[in-house]
């Protein structure tokens, strides 16, 4: 079974750039979960979907953050613009279901803003 | 959310047990108490998960304290694999239905040879 793909791994722009980050769940996996994590801190919930519709994104910065899973299989999450307190690794989740016990993790994108 | 307190570090000898505890005293009835761990570099992997009863499988054990407000973790024989921040996690319920996870700082345990 294939993992969760994400891209670019690793992304380094000025501030004040834009990026964006994308995550192919697991086939079949209806929630997604986009995740931020500061060095040696846990992951912290950006965002949450359930099939194309959003579940929960109350943490997620929406001046400049923003995230989209049109067709409720693949998702990116863009950031405009970037600001030196968003390096971190964006890392992307999928489960069957938001009432599945088990979140599967990517490996994560690694940006870094100048 | 109910919070959990974890030791920030810990070590174990490689082929001893290697038990991780954690305290989550305001935990609800009805929340679950998950482990994932994440291994350097890496995004963070399910390990366990338990309601009320102790839990095993092919990775670990979870043992969780009758009145719900502590558990530990048990890796039975740790190996240098098993170098990793380890989270303890307890998983609330949101309006619907879903289900929310909050990740801590977490326990970083060394596994010496």
């Known amino acids: 079974e294939a993992g969760v793909a994400q891209s670019p791994r690793y992304k380094i722009i000025e501030k004040r750039q834009s990026v964006a980050f994308w995550c192919n769940p697991i086939?079949?996996?209806?929630?997604l979960y986009w995740y931020q994590q500061i060095l040696g801190q846990g992951p912290k919930l950006l965002i949450q979907?359930?099939?194309?519709?959003?579940?929960?994104d109350s943490q997620l910065p929406k001046d400049r953050f923003s995230a989209e899973r049109l067709k409720g299989v693949d998702s990116t999450l863009k950031i405009q613009p970037a600001k030196l307190e968003d390096s971190a690794v964006y890392l992307c989740?999928?489960?069957?279901?938001?009432?599945?016990?088990?979140?599967?993790f990517g490996p994560g994108t690694r940006l870094t803003v100048t | 959310d109910a919070k959990t307190t974890q030791p920030p570090s810990m070590d174990c000898a490689e082929g001893r047990a290697a038990n991780l505890p954690c305290n989550h005293s305001?935990?609800?009835?009805?929340?679950?108490v998950y482990w994932y761990r994440q291994i350097h570099s890496q995004g963070p992997q399910y390990i366990i998960h338990?309601?009320?009863n102790n839990e095993t499988n092919e990775m670990a054990s979870l043992i969780i304290t009758e009145d719900r407000k502590s558990s530990t973790l048990i890796l039975p024989h740790a190996t240098l694999r098993d170098t990793a921040v380890y989270y303890c996690?307890?998983?609330?319920?949101?309006?619907?239905?879903?289900?929310?996870?909050?990740f801590g700082t977490g326990t970083k345990l060394q596994v010496i040879p």
């Open positions: 989740a999928s489960s069957l279901g938001a009432g599945a016990y088990e979140q599967y």
């Open positions: 086939s079949g996996h209806a929630t």
């Open positions: 979907f359930q099939n194309n519709g959003v579940v929960d």
């Open positions: 305001t935990i609800s009835g009805n929340e679950y």
């Open positions: 338990g309601l009320k």
């Open positions: 996690i307890v998983r609330s319920a949101m309006a619907g239905g879903y289900q929310k996870v909050t």
